[in-house]
């Protein structure tokens, strides 16, 4: 089994920036690709980032191309995503996922437990 573990996330005022972590444990050589959903209250859980276990093919939801970014450290077995210029908008639980395959989504085998991002000033 594969365990992941994400980082608190917080309040942060429009226009601030925080970085996520997501620490994966268990039988890691399972996993390909790692990556970010969330999900707003009322909403359905929506792709955030996504990235391959080489560090490239990374891909990102268009409504946070360009502010988000995503990375990973393989000697550390976890995956970041850094968020800048946030918005009203990214408030979400923000959930950590991975896969064996070259993508993340909706069932995808491992995911964390999620963790509350609020934007709002």
């Known amino acids: 089994q594969v365990q992941l573990v994400e980082s608190v996330g917080g309040l942060v005022q429009p226009g601030g920036s925080l970085r996520l972590s997501c620490a994966a444990s268990g039988i890691i050589f399972r996993i390909n690709a790692m990556g970010w959903f969330r999900q707003a209250p009322g909403k359905e859980r929506e792709f955030v980032a996504v990235?391959?276990?080489?560090?490239?093919?990374?891909y990102y939801a268009d409504s946070v191309r360009g502010r988000f970014t995503i990375s990973r450290d393989n000697t550390k077995n976890t995956v970041y995503l850094q968020m800048n210029s946030l918005k009203p908008e990214d408030t979400a639980v923000y959930y950590c996922a991975a896969d064996a395959g070259l993508g993340v989504s909706l069932g995808s085998d491992y995911w964390g437990q999620g963790t509350q991002v609020t934007v709002s000033s």
């Open positions: 990235i391959r276990k080489s560090g490239t093919g990374t």
